[in-house]
């Protein structure tokens, strides 16, 4: 999968698709659904080897075998260090760094290392949610990851093509979901209802001004 030809519509999507649920777009005329391309021939994974590997690591590590967690953790980074760099534009993707452990120092530095390697081994899978509650961190790691700032999430219209009142409407969108008290709850509320009142009257006189305009050049 090197080079562009993995991506689905670069114009449309970015550079980033799930590989995992989507195939290469040369394959979509016998390996996906018409009109439903993200209806493919790619098996569905129920468990994976390297599941089994993590699951096997947290065991380990809770009966004091570090050293046996590590390895297998290493056998899962050993075969993700194998697989080719995604490209686009004829640049990495991203900067791929995957080496094995040397050492497990304590416990509590093996259970994040096997955390963080479900995290990336999993991704996409279904696993995240559910490992998180099985440790007991769910809340903490979901709030944690509410932080998004206006001016963060002003960044992110921008990325995405928004403008005008639909990057407005976003942003306000963001600060209600952070809000902490009823009246910034209300203040932004109000804000919001006001952005989307925009955005609904504009939608009803043109055909999608409030997509972004990568979304806008397929429509």
Known sequence: ???????????????????????????FSGQAVAGGLYITGLNVNIIRLADVYLMAAECNIETGALGEAMRLVNLVRARAALLPGKEFGGAPAAAYKVAPYTVFASADYARNAVRFERRLE?????????????????????EGQRNLTPDTAARFAKAAGLEGDAARY???????????????RNQSYARFLASAAIVRRVRSSTRTPWRSKAWAKRA
């Open 1 to 27: 999968m090197a080079g562009d030809a993995w991506i689905r519509d670069y114009a449309y999507a970015g550079p980033f698709v799930g590989v995992k649920h989507m195939i290469e777009q040369a394959q």
């Open 170 to 184: 976003f942003a306000e969108l963001v600060v209600f979901t952070q809000a902490t008290t009823s009246t910034e």
């Open 122 to 142: 999993l991704a996409m899978e279904g696993h995240r949610f559910y490992d998180l509650v099985r440790w007991g961190i769910a809340k903490q790691v979901i």
